[in-house]
């Protein structure tokens, strides 16, 4: 599980940092490939916990301010810290982070990969810590056609309305989330229906949705099939 959740453990920092928006951009290529770049902005949640950042400021420190591999910062780990698992280094090597400071005080978190395929998007996501990454690690994309697996969304966000323990705490003071998928070949069709899911032109579809909203009493959804399925031309 070491190796298998490493990258996630530098999500994990933002637990004490608390984001306020999530934005990310997933690119589908025709090569059965995608690629994501992830903003966590965490500037105004910053303000309210500086005390508690301080305490953690020598983990945060640690996050480089250009971009740089999760390759990379395996290597200026202790030998005995090192991840070693072949599969998991080739994967950490199209994985880039930087973070962005207040002075000293860690403030937001970026993320990009290069191309990976459904497999790797799958090893790298796929973590029982954080059920809202299962949106990318459970989506299949064959180059023509995207399935998305809204019922993540769906037991997440209810979860939350009823006050339940989710996986999702770590982002309580979150305001939106919003995750756009680029497609390279105009959009024929879309099957299935979600209120959190909508086409914005003929090349892109978003999810988005504020968490204030979702913790409203009465929060139900009218749309919320398990799988939307976009198919290209």
Known sequence: MKNRNYFWMVVLIMA???????????????????????????????????????????????????????????????????????????????????????????????????????KELSFVFKTNDLPVLDLFSKNEWDGKTLKINTSVLNDMLIKINQDKECGFDWMIFTKDYRVTFHFNSEIKKIEGKHDLVRKVNNNTVEIKFNIDDVRKKGFKFKNDDSFITITTK
């Not at 999530?22 to 916990?49: P, R």
């Not at 508690?52 to 400021?57: A, G, R, T």
């Not at 005995?80 to 978190?109: F, H, N, Q």
């Open 16 to 118: 004490t940092l608390v984001s306020c928006n999530v934005n990310a951009d997933v690119t589908l290529h025709e090569d059965k490939t995608q690629s994501i770049v992830m903003d966590i902005d965490g500037k105004e949640a910053a303000k309210i916990f500086k005390d508690e950042n301080k305490k953690d400021k020598k983990d945060k420190d640690n996050l480089p301010k250009e971009w740089t591999s999760l390759y990379e910062m395996n290597l200026k780990k202790d030998k005995k810290e090192r991840i070693t698992a072949p599969d998991t280094i080739a994967v950490m090597k199209k994985i880039y982070v930087k973070g962005s400071y207040d002075k000293d005080d860690l403030t937001d978190i970026s993320f990009k990969t290069d191309k990976l395929t459904n």
